[in-house]
């Protein structure tokens, strides 16, 4: 079975763990396929959502978990 990885916006994130966005942009690294989570950062992808938008960045909601659970 394929793994799914959740990605959620930045202001998405802040909300989820109850911090400011700055507090997920301190966290943040490049998501690299293989790359192992890294304790205490957040990884964010840019993701491009329709065809006519830009790529965002979307961090991985399986990090935030991982933060949830070390607080």
């Avoid at 890294?38 to 790529?55: D, Q």
């Amino acid at each position: 079975m394929l793994e799914q990885t959740k990605w959620t916006s930045l202001s998405g994130a802040a909300a989820y763990l109850d911090v400011s966005t700055d507090t997920i942009g301190r966290r943040a690294i490049p998501f690299v396929d293989g790359m192992p989570r890294v304790p205490g950062m957040v990884r964010y992808k840019l993701l491009k959502l329709g065809e006519n938008t830009r790529k965002e960045r979307r961090y991985s909601v399986d990090d935030l978990d991982a933060l949830l659970e070390i607080a």
